[in-house]
């Protein structure tokens, strides 16, 4: 717990160092950097060590679709997709003695969960350009973030104190109905306090005056709280069973006490395309 405790104190100042250059290519390149280590913790964990080739195939990929949503982007997408699949293809054929078609179809699956994660971040900070939005986009992101780690914190205190009936006790043990109760409470409170918090600060979301947002607006923060914790538990029991598959841990060891990336990302992987397309959503029934 003490290693836990020091990893967060290190890592939160880092976040929202990152989260200040919100506005430049410094955090699509940070998104990017997460996404990269993030497939790369699942490749190692289908055992891929001896086959790097497979790897880097989505290296392109992925930097192509944190880059932002230009023109030029939106025409590369489909052909950029149509290549990594053909080359995966490629690989199988040319490697068929050595390359396992059903791990590498598991991989490519679990990669393709954590790619429209991460690509969602990217989409909300293009669907609401600073410019035009201000600081909409950042609000957005610390609400995706609030569901998944809000909702986690929440679960594990209630688990806890009052946690008796197992959730899932063959994928993760210490999951407790009551716990998954709380989270999801939890998540739909800490998704009221960011709103209040943002909308006291910034004074506009959506380009409104903050005495313009009715409760109406709260009630749907609040139901996409509890629908997100939902999908975070979702998320996490997802990545659980993959790890218990391939017979590991952790996923990675890059924060002391709390594992890799998706260790850290598995309950974000289901709530951030959800918000990404509430808010997408939300702009064409209101425009």
Known sequence: MKTRIITALVGLPILFAVMALFNTIV??????????????????????????????????????????????????????????????????????????????????????????????????KCLLPRAEYGYDALYFVFLILGFAWGGDTAAYFTGRAFGKHKLAPVVSPNKTVEGAVGGVFGSMLLGIIVTACYTAIHKTLFGMPASEISWKYYLIVALVGGVGSLLGIAGDLFASVIKRQCGIKDYGTIFPGHGGIMDRFDSVQFIAPLVAMSVAAGMQYFA
Not at 75 to 81: E, G, K, R
Not at 107 to 116: K, L, R, Y
Request: hydrophobic share 60%.
């Open 27 to 124: 955090f699509n390149i940070a998104i990017a950097a997460l996404c990269l280590i993030a497939v790369h913790e699942v490749f190692n964990a289908f055992q891929f060590e001896k086959q790097n080739y497979v790897y880097w195939g989505f290296v392109p990929y992925i930097l192509l679709l944190m880059s932002g949503n230009t023109a030029l982007v939106k025409m590369c997408i489909m052909p950029a997709t149509y290549l990594l699949m053909l080359y995966l293809a490629l690989c199988l054929i040319a490697n068929s003695q050595k390359l396992s078609a059903a791990k590498l179809g598991g991989m490519v699956a679990f990669s393709g969960v954590i790619i429209i994660c991460f690509s969602s971040i990217i989409a909300l």
